[in-house]
């Protein structure tokens, strides 16, 4: 009588598993919660690699059907491929949300913008951001506006600027200030680092930490320890949606 393969059969039904998460991904726009956009044509391809895969071991699997199989050693397959289904379920089961503000802490807020910025170094937004009044932070120039105004704080004092971002709050911080900061991506989620910048505004402690707010103020400059850093001492704010590509991708 006809047998089933169990390798074989264990091989498919991975291959199925990973084509359906792969293609779920892509067909649902999430793929950028975990990579960057320059990378996702390469999991594109590397989704139509894994469909010929599985239908190359279908094709197996029709072959094989009639060919005896060794139970004892068809047991085995299932702790042979167990990483695989294990990483399968997980993929599955969490949720598919991008990093939150309690993340923040640890990774240290703004622990990749350095201040030790020659004049001479190259500014490409240096000259543009000193004649507008209004500062428009986007995704295209965030990194650039964020490492200005962290680098040179005092030229941009009196400006307006406008930002969107989720609201970090620091303990040690004044209860009137919070932090509006986005997650930057250089490669994969692993690498995120949180930019921001801190904010002032009276009735801080009523917008939650995590949620997401446009917000509109005056750039100030407060000193430190002899360092002097920005503060947006704001005039307007507003709740948003979450965005749909929560990250900044440099």
């Known amino acids: 009588m006809p047998q089933l393969n169990r390798e074989i059969f264990a091989k498919t039904l991975l291959l199925l598993g990973f084509m359906i998460l792969l293609f779920f991904l892509i067909i ?5 919660l975990y990579v960057h956009p320059r990378v996702t044509n390469f999991i594109i391809i590397s989704a139509g690699i894994i469909l010929i895969m599985f239908l190359r071991q279908c094709w197996h699997l029709k072959k094989a059907w009639t060919q005896p199989t060794d139970r004892v050693h068809g047991y085995k397959i299932y702790w042979k491929y167990s990483p695989f289904v294990l990483t399968l379920i997980l993929a599955f089961l969490l949720p598919n949300t991008s990093l939150s503000a309690s993340l923040v802490q640890n990774k240290g807020l703004n622990s990749q913008i350095t201040s030790d910025v020659s004049k001479g170094e190259y500014r490409p937004l240096a000259a543009e951001l000193k004649e507008t009044n209004l500062i428009k932070v986007t995704d295209k120039n965030f990194i650039a506006v964020m490492s200005e105004l962290y680098c040179y704080p005092k030229e941009y004092v009196g400006k307006e600027i406008e930002m969107q971002g ?3 709050k620091d303990s040690s911080k004044s209860p009137d ?12 989620v692993a690498d995120a680092s949180p930019y921001g910048v801190l904010c002032e505004i009276k009735d801080a402690a009523s917008y939650p930490e995590g949620g997401w707010y446009q917000i509109q103020g005056t750039i100030e400059v407060n000193e430190n320890q002899g360092k002097s850093f ?9 709740s948003i949606s979450p965005l749909a590509v929560p990250y900044v991708f440099p």
């Not at 200030?177 to 994969?188: G, T």
Request: aromatic letters at 18%.
């Open 28 to 32: 649902t726009n999430q793929l950028t």
């Open 166 to 168: 989720f609201i970090f």
């Open 177 to 188: 200030r919070f932090s509006l900061v986005r997650y930057v991506i250089a490669c994969c």
């Open 230 to 238: 920005p503060v947006i001492k704001i005039t307007w704010i507003k």
